[in-house]
Antibody, heavy 119, light 112 residues
């Protein structure tokens, strides 16, 4: 059974760095083809893909956010970490992590964590 | 403005059929598989369709997907009130070295 769960601060100040952790179970991020992606959703708005990290440490980022994002993994802890620099109120939203394998892209999602950016 | 274009809303009566379109370009839908996601109110998205027309285990065959050229379509038959949700299409975009995932703007389905 694959599960993912996001954790991190619920409130950050403008210009601060956001660090979110995705802790997962039921799969290994060292298995060929597996990846964990990050997706966010501002309140009442559409999904926005942020990036993904693969089993081989290959990483892909949203072109519009690439300069602010870093995704890393700790295979031994079954965790993936997202950092986003220079947070702004427009970055307020629910942040999800999701599982990817060779057949299904984002077939499993975490419950999401709401992050508010405010001074 | 999303890279993939969906109608903001669609509606249909219970037991009827509805289709949701997703329009893209040669760099995304035209050259990659399409996935569809259902997001019920207050919940995380759920994968409905992958590889254009395949359903994950547990997804009823009332849900179907198709693709033609640079557009994709999600079909839902036998509509139920429980199908009221936001639906998103998604696909890879860009060249291999700059590949990134894109979502559509979402379509709100109302079953009236």
């Amino acid at each position: 059974q694959i599960t993912l769960k996001e954790s991190g601060p619920t409130l950050v100040k403008p210009t601060q760095t956001l660090t979110l952790t995705c802790t997962f179970s039921g799969f290994s991020l060292s298995t060929t083809g597996v990846g964990v992606g990050w997706i966010r959703q501002p309140p009442g708005k559409a999904l926005e893909w942020l990036g993904i990290i693969y089993w081989d440490d290959d990483k892909r980022y949203s072109p519009s956010l690439k300069s602010r994002l870093t995704i890393t993994k700790d295979t031994s802890k079954n965790q993936v970490v997202l950092t986003m620099d220079n947070m702004d109120p427009v970055d307020t939203g629910t942040y999800y992590c999701a599982h990817r394998d060779t057949t299904m892209i984002f077939g499993y999602w975490g419950q999401g964590t709401l992050v508010s950016v405010s001074s | 403005q999303s890279v993939l274009t969906q109608p903001p809303s669609v509606s249909a009566a219970p037991r009827q059929k509805v289709t949701i379109s997703c329009s893209g370009s040669s760099s995304n839908i035209g050259s990659n598989y399409v996935s569809w996601y259902q997001q019920l109110p207050g919940a995380a998205p759920k994968l409905l369709i992958y590889d254009n027309n395949k359903r994950p285990s547990g997804i009823p065959d009332r849900f179907s997907g198709s693709k033609s050229g640079t557009s994709a379509t999600l079909g839902i038959t036998g509509l139920q009130t429980g199908d009221e949700a936001d639906y998103y299409c998604g696909a890879w975009d860009g060249s291999l070295s700059a590949r990134h995932w894109v979502f559509g703007g979402g379509t709100k389905l109302t079953v009236v």
